[in-house]
Each structure stands twice: as structure tokens, then as C-alpha cells.
């Protein structure tokens, strides 16, 4: 369940005063997560009830000594669906939810694309336990994870976004 596209240069999440940047044209939605930006993952549709991101490619720099995805990169990619789907719920009290707890397990080396699935496990007033799996190109799980997020009420701003 993947949020609308922003029309206007920035659009305002309606009571929760956090803004949704859009690409230096005004035309697509930009991450707000720089570090997600910054090794090359997006959102991508997902089924409802669930948040999907996705990492086409996996660049050197991002590799362990295997070579396969570092343990940083799986566990960003896991944290960040589970976070995402908490702030998706239709009546969560905030698009954002960060990190109070993490469990992440790996089964095998991450290589190639991947595909990162979280969804909402149970949802409080303030916070949300979640769960997440990733999964490599040939459908195959190569690591799970859940955790606590706490939904952040304060208004969020974003100031160096590209």
C-alpha cells in the first residue's frame, strides 16, 4: 500500500506537518530517507497491508567479504519496510515510526537484487511491533526480522534533499 504520488512541489501529511519531497522537476516523489537514496533502494507497489522496497543492484560498496550484502545493508533494508509499514497504517498517528528494538536473523548470503516485504504485526496508540523479510532473485528468504517502532508526533523536517 504504497502512499499517492505528491503533485506539488511539496505536500504536507494533513495534521502531521511533515513534508513529502519531490525530485528537483516537481514531477516524482523523492526517498526521504537519504541513506535509502544513497545505496540505490526505492518503495515500490505492494500489496495492501504491506511495504515493499526494493534494491535493484548491489554495487561493490555495499558488498561483504563473501561477496554478498553487507549485515548494514540487510538489516537497513528490513528496519526501513517495517518502520514504512507502521506509518502506513490507515489510522497510524504518524507517517513516521522510528526504531525502539530490532531482531534480525540471516539465512544465507543476500546476492543480487533484493527484495525487502514488512507489514504490521499489531499497532498500539504509540507503538507498533512489525515484521520483515528479505528476499534475493530467485525468491528465496535470506533474512527476517521484526521490531518496535515508536510513532515520532514532533514534526519532521528534511533540509538537504536532492
Same mark, same amino acid.
Given at each position: 500500500m504504497s502512499r499517492p504520488a %505528491? /503533485? *506539488?512541489? $511539496? +505536500?504536507?501529511?494533513?495534521?502531521?506537518?511533515?513534508?513529502?519531497?519531490?525530485?528537483?522537476?516537481?514531477?516524482?516523489?523523492?526517498?526521504?530517507?537519504?541513506?535509502?537514496?544513497?545505496?540505490?533502494?526505492?518503495? %515500490? /507497489? *505492494?500489496? $495492501? +497491508?504491506?511495504?515493499h522496497v526494493r534494491l535493484p543492484h548491489l554495487r561493490a560498496e555495499l558488498l561483504n567479504q563473501l561477496p554478498a550484502a553487507h549485515g548494514g545493508v540487510v538489516m537497513a533494508l528490513l528496519d526501513s519496510v517495517m518502520s514504512r509499514a507502521a506509518g502506513e497504517l490507515p489510522d497510524a498517528p504518524s507517517q513516521t515510526a522510528v526504531t525502539v528494538e530490532m531482531s534480525s536473523r540471516f539465512h544465507r548470503p543476500a546476492r543480487g537484487a533484493l527484495l525487502a516485504e514488512g507489514w504490521v504485526v499489531h499497532a498500539s496508540r504509540s507503538l507498533c511491533s512489525c515484521a520483515a523479510q528479505l528476499i534475493d532473485e530467485q525468491g528465496q528468504v535470506v533474512a527476517t526480522a521484526s521490531g518496535t517502532f515508536k510513532y515520532w508526533l514532533a514534526p519532521v523536517t528534511w533540509s538537504s534533499i536532492e
Open positions: %505528491v /503533485p *506539488a512541489a $511539496q +505536500g504536507t501529511a494533513a495534521g502531521q506537518g511533515q513534508v513529502t519531497p519531490v525530485s528537483a522537476d516537481g514531477a516524482a516523489p523523492v526517498d526521504r530517507s537519504a541513506f535509502m537514496r544513497l545505496i540505490g533502494a526505492a518503495q %515500490v /507497489p *505492494a500489496p $495492501q +497491508g504491506k511495504v
